[in-house]
């Protein structure tokens, strides 16, 4: 098996993306992993500028609250804006995330849905 360094797990407050957490903080605990907890503000279709500092501030306060319940993880916040699913790539490409956990959330036949 491959070494398991860093593991990136993105989050957006939904249950699924929580559960995620869980478990990649429990695999982080048992391969001696940092865990990389990435929040993606995402920007909406019509823009009149960037979000408000204060906004950016809030999110920034509530993403360092993630965190896990073994206290010797070591985990580093990341906040991002833009399309998702490319800051989840940019991010794991420029932290050399080996892993990444992401909960499921949508579709058709999920029970998260």
């Known amino acids: 098996m491959l070494p398991i360094r860093r593991i990136l797990v993105p989050i957006?407050?939904?249950?699924?993306?929580?559960?995620?957490?869980?478990l990649a903080?429990?695999?982080a605990q048992e391969h001696d992993a940092q865990l990389v907890v990435l929040y993606v503000v995402p920007l909406p279709t019509e823009m009149y500028g960037p979000p408000?500092?204060?906004y950016l501030e809030h999110l920034r306060e509530?993403?360092?609250r993630i965190r896990p319940t073994d206290p010797n993880?070591?985990?580093?916040?990341?906040?991002?804006?833009?399309?998702?699913?490319?800051?989840?790539f940019q991010a794991a490409r420029d932290n050399e995330?080996?892993?990444?956990?992401?909960?499921?959330?949508?579709?058709?036949?999920?029970a998260d849905s």
């Open 12 to 22: 957006d407050w939904s249950q699924p993306s929580l559960r995620a957490f869980q």
């Open 25 to 27: 903080a429990s695999l």
């Open 52 to 54: 408000p500092e204060s």
């Open 62 to 64: 509530e993403l360092l």
């Open 73 to 88: 993880t070591r985990i580093q916040h990341l906040l991002s804006e833009g399309d998702p699913a490319r800051a989840i």
């Open 97 to 110: 995330c080996d892993l990444i956990v992401m909960g499921r959330t949508g579709g058709p036949g999920c």
